[in-house]
């Protein structure tokens, strides 16, 4: 089997954490699947100083998100599993009800349902008790929920040393592991 990974960014603020993951992953072995929702195109445009065209080749392969009948949408299709960079809370809500509308929500609706690691990382504050119930609802189908959090024990000097521990350290439950990590305890 090939070693697949499928990079989903939906339109939360925070596009730089999936755009992050594919820069990181490119130095590895790993064919990189990307599904952008529209809403991320959007946010490209307000948070980052590069074109939708720019992140579409960081992938080895990238599936338009209207295309529901990409290989990406089968179970027969194996990878690891699915990284969504960021997970809006509609795109969550859509994997926890299993309605999905869109290639990224039944990409990771299907991960599900073949029982491979699907990492959320959600990107919403505050939350209310829908959204808590949601993220305890798609614990208990099998996801990961792993809000980008800064850690400071890693010393960060900036905003992208912050977001790629975050990644990493996301990357870390596909069993996939950087030098860019910053382990509690290690220099």
Same mark, same amino acid.
């Given at each position: 089997?090939?070693?697949?990974?499928?990079? +989903?960014?939906? &339109?939360?603020? @925070?596009?730089?954490?999936?755009?992050?993951? !594919? $820069? !990181?992953?490119? =130095?590895?072995?790993?064919?990189?699947?990307?599904?952008?929702? *529209?809403?991320?195109?959007?946010?490209?445009?307000? $948070?980052?100083? #590069?074109?939708?065209?720019?992140? *579409? =080749?960081? %992938?080895?392969?990238?599936?338009?998100?209207?295309?529901? &009948?990409?290989?990406? %949408?089968? @179970?027969?299709?194996?990878?690891? @599993?699915?990284?969504?960079?960021? #997970?809006?809370?509609?795109?969550? @809500?859509?994997?926890?009800? +299993?309605?999905?509308?869109?290639?990224?929500? /039944?990409? =990771?609706?299907?991960?599900? *349902? $073949?029982?491979?690691?699907?990492?959320?990382?959600? /990107?919403?504050?505050? !939350?209310?008790?829908?959204?808590?119930?949601?993220?305890? %609802?798609?614990?208990?189908? +099998?996801?990961?929920? =792993?809000?980008?959090?800064?850690?400071?024990? %890693? *010393?960060?000097?900036?905003?992208?040393?912050?977001?790629?521990?975050?990644?990493? /350290?996301?990357?870390?439950?596909?069993?996939?592991?950087?030098?860019?990590?910053?382990?509690?305890? $290690?220099?």
């Amino acid at each position: 089997m090939l070693d697949r990974l499928i990079i +989903g960014i939906s &339109g939360a603020s @925070g596009v730089q954490y999936g755009v992050r993951a !594919l $820069e !990181l992953l490119q =130095a590895l072995p790993i064919e990189t699947h990307l599904i952008m929702s *529209k809403s991320a195109e959007l946010t490209v445009h307000h $948070e980052l100083d #590069c074109s939708v065209d720019e992140i *579409k =080749a960081l %992938a080895d392969v990238y599936h338009p998100v209207r295309n529901v &009948g990409a290989s990406v %949408a089968s @179970g027969s299709f194996q990878t690891r @599993g699915m990284l969504l960079a960021p #997970c809006s809370i509609r795109t969550l @809500g859509e994997i926890t009800t +299993g309605v999905t509308s869109s290639l990224l929500t /039944r990409a =990771a609706d299907v991960i599900l *349902k $073949e029982r491979r690691r699907l990492v959320l990382m959600v /990107r919403e504050t505050p !939350l209310h008790l829908g959204h808590l119930r949601n993220m305890v %609802a798609v614990t208990e189908m +099998g996801a990961v929920v =792993a809000p980008p959090v800064p850690a400071f024990y %890693a *010393k960060p000097d900036s905003v992208d040393a912050m977001v790629t521990q975050s990644v990493a /350290r996301a990357l870390d439950l596909f069993d996939i592991t950087l030098p860019e990590t910053h382990r509690w305890t $290690e220099s």
